[in-house]
């Protein structure tokens, strides 16, 4: 399956491939008439492409701005196809931030190599309300990183950049609901 990906036309290609309508409980705990099916994205090599395109072009913007990033970080699971894109386009090498700790092998909430100073961007899927978002970036801080800001591809316009900037953080987006045609929901 092929997908019009140019710039202009993504958004659109993004709504036919994963939004879904119906009643859907976030993870956030809200109740949602729509839902944006993240792994119809991200297990798509025709979006993925130039959805990490784009985050690329975000990263070395904001990284022109606030300094250069030693890693990029995604958090489990939906930043890790996105993660593993644009540290592949760029050479910019990444970590991993679990949901939780695992009880086995190295029992840590982060996979990867990450030392204290290290200055790194998040990228994200959707974010509603940015949570598991604001967490994966405490878990980096927790291990010394620094975190100036993050990128998600789609913000759903509930309160994400407030809750974002209200850190202290950039709030990036490639996307909102809007430009994906969701308007009133």
């Known amino acids: 399956m092929s997908a019009d990906t ?3 036309s993504l958004p ?3 709504a036919e491939a994963a939004l879904l309508r119906g009643t ?6 809200r109740t949602s008439s729509y839902y944006l099916d993240k792994y119809r994205l991200t297990t798509r090599p025709d979006l993925l492409a130039p959805i990490a395109d784009l985050l690329a072009e975000r990263v070395k913007a904001l990284a022109g701005e606030v300094g250069a990033f030693d890693r990029l970080a995604g958090a489990e699971l ?4 996105l993660v593993t894109a644009v540290s592949l ?5 990444s970590v991993l931030v679990r949901n939780s700790k695992k009880d086995y092998g190295t029992a840590r909430r982060l996979e990867g190599v990450l030392q ?3 200055r790194v961007v998040l990228l994200e899927d959707v974010a509603t309300t940015a949570g598991q978002a604001l967490e994966a970036v405490a878990v980096l801080r927790e291990a010394g990183a620094e975190v100036p800001g993050m990128i998600v591809v789609l ?5 994400a950049r ?3 900037e209200g850190a202290d953080l950039r709030f990036e987006a490639l996307f909102t609901s809007a430009d994906l045609g969701i308007t009133g929901e």
């Open 78 to 81: 939906g930043g890790v196809p």
């Open 89 to 93: 386009q760029l050479g910019i090498p």
């Open 155 to 159: 913000d759903r316009q509930e309160g």
């Open 12 to 14: 659109a290609a993004i």
């Open 162 to 164: 407030e809750n974002v």
């Open 24 to 29: 859907f409980t976030l993870r956030s705990g």
């Open 6 to 8: 140019s710039r202009g």
């Open 116 to 118: 204290a100073g290290e």
